[in-house]
């Protein structure tokens, strides 16, 4: 069955670069989404890679997408303290409408 | 995007009781869908609410427990019904925005639910 896969912790200081994984199984997947959340708060969605890409970037982010490997990351650069969140990754399945499987999320702790 | 409303943001219910969670969008949307974030967890699909047809449900849920309405295109609800405390979670509702494979999903803030 479908399953996507993150690492659930990562600690990083505030100015370094951050890299988040995410591995995931359905090779016809269309998008593939990065959905941030802050404590207390809903998802907000952050960027997304059709799959025929291979990188996208936007502002502090860049999304590299391996469709060999069914592996995705999202880079942050210059992470600020305003970044800690949970971060989670989803893919959209095949199937006629938008079913999203999504990751465990992980946990980006920021620190000085 | 559009602006997704929920109401209750967070409420702490009696075991046996039944919640109405609400979801407002401030546009025509087609597609809405409910999710369910247990404590430390990701968000698993609960159904998926189309307008003007039965909501369909995910494995391990059933209208039973969790009845939802979508009676116009900006405008859902689910019901927890008979609650226990293993509802305790977050609930959220989403949207679709746009058109052919390019939908992405917007979530509202979601409704932090304890059950004691």
């Known amino acids: 069955g479908e399953d996507v896969e993150q690492s659930l912790f990562l600690s990083v200081r505030e100015g370094d670069s951050s890299v988040i994984n995410c591995t995931y199984t359905?090779?016809?997947?269309?998008?593939l989404y990065w959905y941030k959340q802050e404590p207390g708060a809903g998802l907000q969605l952050l960027t997304y890679i059709f799959s025929n890409m291979d990188m996208k970037q936007d502002q502090r982010l860049t999304v590299l997408l391996n469709k060999k490997d069914k592996h995705l990351s999202l880079r942050i650069a210059d992470t600020q303290t305003g970044d800690s969140a949970i971060y989670f990754c989803a893919e959209s399945i095949s199937g006629g409408y938008n079913k999203l499987i999504f990751g465990a999320g992980t946990r980006l702790a920021v620190h000085p | 995007s559009a602006v997704i409303s929920q109401k209750p943001s967070r409420d702490i219910c009696q075991r046996g009781t039944s919640l109405t969670i609400q979801c407002q969008v401030d546009?025509?949307?087609?597609?809405m869908f409910w999710y369910r974030q247990q404590p430390g967890q990701s968000l698993t699909l609960i159904a998926t609410a189309n307008q003007g047809s039965e909501a369909t449900y995910e494995s391990g849920f059933v209208i039973d427990k969790f009845p939802i309405s979508r009676p116009n295109l900006t405008f859902s609800t689910l019901t927890v019904s008979n609650m226990s405390p293993e509802d305790s979670s977050i609930y959220l509702c989403?949207?679709?925005?746009?058109?052919?494979?390019?939908?992405?999903?917007?979530f509202g803030a979601g409704t932090r639910l304890s059950v004691l």
């Open positions: 989403s949207i679709v925005l746009g058109q052919g494979a390019k939908n992405i999903q917007y």
């Open positions: 546009s025509q949307v087609t597609m």
């Open positions: 359905d090779s016809s997947s269309t998008y």
